[in-house]
């Protein structure tokens, strides 16, 4: 799709998950940005000695802060240039690479398998790679993929999709959430000081635009 040339070239978006196994088939960067990102953000409870009046301006650690997005994937300009693998599979290899983020890797899930069965370890859910949702160079956050919500809207011949949306809901891991050597942890850091710089910025414009209108009335 052609844009206007002098109009600024916008970043994509995109969801990483670190996989030494499959490097490939847990990065995500969108075809499309979200025309829109819902971001809803409560305090972390405290419990029931949060109800108490010596607690009420305490925190109890970082807020919850969960997000959803819709992503829209669409294989009309790869059929219209003749691609093959499109011609073939439609989007479902984009919608693979979403749906891996929630999917252990099979190679892990054997060799446990093959571990448990010769009894060298013990029944343990399965650990799913670190995903990270880069939203621009000052959103750089550590996320837990919650849900994906996956709605095919056309199918080629052989019933593959050609065009889907999928609703994506995250929860930010925070410091309380990882621990101290987990990578994510040192990331929320960063990004809770790039919020701190940028909250400063907010308030130092917002008081200067006050003090010219005192000074302009």
Known sequence: MSSFPGSPRTL?????????????SRVVVFQYNPDQVQRTIAPRSGGESAQRA??????????????TMTVDVDAADQLETGDPV????GVLPQLSVLEML????????????????????EILPVELPMAVL???????VPVRITQLGVTEQAFNPALS???????VSAQVLTYDDLSLTDV????????????EVLAVVGAVSGAVDAVTDLAGA
């Open 102 to 121: 929630l999917h252990p890797g099979s190679v892990r899930v054997i060799a446990n398998s093959v571990l448990l069965a010769a009894g060298t370890i």
């Open 86 to 89: 499109a011609a073939t599979v």
């Open 134 to 140: 880069v939203w621009g160079p000052a959103r750089v």
């Open 161 to 167: 999709p050609i065009r889907a949306t999928v609703d």
């Open 12 to 24: 994509r978006g995109a969801i990483i998950a670190v996989d030494p196994l499959g490097p490939l």
């Open 184 to 195: 994510g942890y040192g990331l929320y850091l960063a990004h809770l000081v790039a919020k």
């Open 54 to 67: 010596a607690d009420a301006h305490r925190a109890w650690g970082a807020p919850t802060e969960t997000i």
